[in-house]
T-cell receptor
């Protein structure tokens, strides 16, 4: 079945540091890939997405590129802020994202220190 | 404002006492899902619904029931809660399709004693 593997945290960085959170996936088809973010006490919200190979999703300074050859979708940001502290989930949708929902990684807790 | 609402946000109950967590969306979405979030396990899908009166099991359906009598509502029912159902629960909805964003509710933290 489908699966998503992401680095588990917590990941602690200083403000303005460069961020990479690794994500790799296994899927039978050609999935769409997503990064969701969960701020403390809140539900998940979409951060960015990519629907086909070599697509780059970007939002709020975060980027991730859909790499089919390495089955990866690593999340990057050039200069993190304290407000980026949250849990980040990599996810995939192999059947349209509707009926079967999403397959999530276990989440990476990111802590940014001032 | 487009949103998914859940109630209650927090609930402490005892083993065996039936409970319902409500979920409602105002975006006219076809699809709705329930997930549970547990430390070290991430989010796992419990049940999903593709439309009114159409529901199906997700990855961890045991001990849960759902219904979809109206498009906007998708309640989660625990007929006889047990301590292993202590978790953080999220409802989500979306249109469907490959690049479709799921919209999540704020979560319900359930403790079963």
């Amino acid at each position: 079945g489908d699966s998503v593997t992401q680095m588990e945290g917590p990941v602690t960085l200083s403000e303005e540091a460069f961020l990479t959170i690794n994500c790799t996936y296994t899927a039978t088809g050609y999935p769409s890939l997503f990064w969701y973010v969960q701020y403390p006490g809140e539900g998940l919200q979409l951060l960015l997405k990519a629907t086909k190979a070599d697509d780059k999703g970007s939002n709020k300074g975060f980027e991730a590129t859909y790499r089919k050859e390495t089955t990866s979708f690593h999340l990057e940001k050039g200069s993190v802020q304290v407000s980026d502290s949250a849990v980040y989930f990599c996810a995939l949708s192999d059947l349209g994202g509707g009926a079967d929902g999403l397959t999530f990684g276990k989440g990476t807790h990111l802590i940014i220190q001032p | 404002e487009a949103q998914v609402t859940q109630n209650p946000r927090y609930l402490i109950t005892v083993t065996g006492k039936k409970l319902t967590v409500t979920c409602s969306q105002n975006m006219n979405h076809e699809y709705m899902s329930w997930y549970r979030q547990d430390p070290g396990l991430g989010l796992r899908q419990i049940y999903y619904s593709m439309n009114v009166e159409v529901t199906d099991k997700g990855d961890v359906p045991e001990g849960y029931k759902v219904s979809r009598k109206e498009k906007r509502n998708f309640p989660l029912i625990l007929e006889s809660p047990s301590p292993n159902q202590t978790s953080l629960y999220f409802c989500a909805s979306n249109w469907g399709g490959f690049d479709n964003e799921q919209f999540f509710g704020p979560g319900t933290r359930l403790t079963v004693l």
